[in-house]
């Protein structure tokens, strides 16, 4: 069962370089999201994809772009990472309206 | 503007006793409000959910109670235990399916 899958699991850039995270998930759900984790902010929504072929911005979609591959993975990308962006990201998914998310276990991001 | 609102950082309580978090928010239109826990280095899990149409739900030791008027909710674990130790997130459903969380709030449950 791996259900949400993401990669790498820790990354360290240096400001200005550029990188993916990747997410997968095995579910067939519809819906995946990526949000980010900061301490004293809760989990903050970046940006979504209700349905294959379709994304949405978030809450704090500034400095990234995401890519839904197919049903199954939904790319983040940073084109030039800034320190603003360290913090910990978290895919998930969805069966559509349900509202129950399940989380992949994380990226660690450091922005030097 | 915060719309979940988890107003205590932090909460500890003895082993076997109540644990209450609490939750406020202000967008009348939420439908759906879920509680997630989150231990460190993981993501987090589903815990317990409830529709606005309910006031009450129970699953095991765990039960949430809804407040619609006052726009308040709240988690109940009786009896807390230990590996009960870990982060606690309110969310809630709106428009479009999102969810929005609160900052969470930290338990630690003591032996």
């Known amino acids: 069962n791996a259900g949400v899958t993401q990669t790498p699991k820790f990354q360290v850039l240096k400001t200005g370089q550029s990188m993916t995270l990747q997410c997968a998930q095995d579910?067939?759900?519809?819906?995946m999201y990526w949000y980010r984790q900061d301490p004293g902010m809760g989990l903050r929504l970046i940006y979504y994809s209700a349905s294959e072929g379709t994304t949405d911005k978030g809450e704090v979609p500034n400095g990234y772009n995401v890519s839904r591959l197919n049903k199954r993975e939904f790319s983040l990308r940073l084109e030039s990472a800034a320190p603003s962006q360290t913090s910990v990201y978290f895919c998930?998914?969805?069966?559509?309206?349900?509202?129950?998310?399940?989380f992949g276990s994380g990226t660690q991001l450091s922005v030097l | 503007d915060q719309q979940v609102k988890q107003n205590s950082p932090s909460l500890s309580v003895q082993e076997g006793r109540i644990s209450i978090l609490n939750c406020d928010y202000t967008n009348s239109m939420f439908d759906y409000f879920l509680w997630y826990k989150k231990y460190p280095a993981e993501g987090p899990t589903f815990l317990i959910s409830?529709?606005?149409?309910?006031d009450k739900n129970e699953d095991g030791r765990f039960t949430v109670f809804l407040n619609k008027s006052a726009k308040h909710l709240s988690l109940h674990i009786v009896p807390s235990q230990p590996g009960d130790s870990a982060v606690y997130f309110c969310a809630a459903r709106g428009s479009n399916y999102k969810l929005t969380f609160g900052k969470g709030t930290l338990l630690t449950v003591n032996p």
């Open positions: 998930a998914s969805s069966q559509e309206g349900l509202g129950k998310l399940f």
């Open positions: 409830i529709s606005s149409i309910k």
């Open positions: 579910m067939n759900h519809n819906s």
